[in-house]
């Protein structure tokens, strides 16, 4: 990506311009541009996104910039972009947003964009100097990973360093919990996320705070279970339209779970304005909505 001229002021933030008189935070956005899409850096068919239902509109991708002007309209003050690994890149098929990508995004809006560092168990210790270049130097704010893609579950020994690396760093790790669909018709990847599996990476490593990401659908009640057995594991309801969680989800998030809830998309799959728009209409809590939204963001990922 070419080094782009600073404007950490465009497109300033307005929350009184909003439904809700504050900024929602979404915890989980892929970068999908035309230029990712012109390099192989997406990693879903057309198939793929006919299942999810893209909006043709938008088949060829996004500018940031365009995808600011979607946040505004939706109410969603800053949006947390992974830099995204999708499987060893030894093999076909498998692609990667670069981290200086991503970087050079939250450099030029530091207050709408903050990044994610993806994660990659086939790189060893280079992986791990990555990830302390990633948040040291580029100030990202948390790590993320695909169990299905590298076809190892999150308590695989794999991740172990990763682990205890994002607890020395002190900053999240969140991972897709649940199945995963057919992202490329000729190359499928098996379901190893169970919610469940973090149960014992808990336990492991209690000052490190686990998210998991995409609701741990089918196995929702078991994500729930997690979360309320360990203080130290979230959810998020990304990948999914709020419109169609689980009653036992919306149940959680609004009641006893409040605290452990967080609001994420998963762009290109779920698109931003229609998200915001359905979780307004789940009639939450006025309380429970702002910390599912906003609050339990700010304080995981140390924003205030």
Not at 31 to 55: C, H, S
Not at 128 to 150: C, S, T
Not at 228 to 257: L, R
Request: with cysteine; charged share 25%; proline share 7%.
């Amino acid at each position: 990506m070419p080094t782009q001229t600073l404007h950490p002021h465009a497109y300033p933030f307005d929350p009184s311009k909003t439904k809700l008189g504050y900024g929602a935070i979404d915890i989980v956005v892929n970068i999908y541009t035309p230029q990712a899409i012109a390099e192989n850096r997406i990693p879903t068919d057309d198939n793929f996104l006919d299942k999810v239902r893209l909006d043709s509109a938008y088949s060829k991708g996004l500018s940031m910039e365009q995808y600011l002007e979607k946040m505004d309209r939706a109410g969603i003050e800053r949006s947390l972009l992974i830099a995204t690994r999708c499987g060893d890149l030894r093999v076909r098929g498998s692609t990667e947003i670069p981290y200086e990508w991503v970087a050079e995004i939250c450099a030029k809006y530091p207050d709408r964009f903050s990044g994610l560092a993806g994660l990659d168990p086939t790189r060893g210790i280079a992986g791990l100097k990555e990830l302390d270049v990633a948040v040291k130097k580029y100030g990202f704010v948390g790590a993320h990973f695909y169990p299905h893609w590298f076809d190892e579950a999150p308590d695989s020994a794999v991740w172990y360093p990763y682990y205890a690396r994002c607890a020395e760093l002190e900053i999240p790790i969140m991972m897709q919990v649940g199945h995963c669909l057919v992202y490329q018709k000729d190359r499928r990847l098996p379901n190893v996320g169970r919610p469940m599996t973090l149960d014992r990476v808990a336990m492991h490593f209690p000052e490190l705070n686990l998210i998991g990401i995409h609701l741990g659908y089918p196995w929702t009640d078991e994500m729930i279970s997690v979360c309320w057995k360990h203080p130290n594991v979230y959810m998020a309801g990304d990948a999914y339209a709020p419109k169609h969680w689980p009653p036992a989800v919306i149940h959680y998030a609004n009641t006893y779970g409040q605290d452990k809830f967080l609001f994420g998309t998963d762009w290109k799959v779920i698109d931003p304005e229609r998200a915001m728009t359905d979780i307004e209409n789940l009639n939450f809590r006025e309380a429970s909505l702002r910390k599912i939204l906003r609050d339990n963001a700010l304080k995981l990922f140390k924003f205030a």
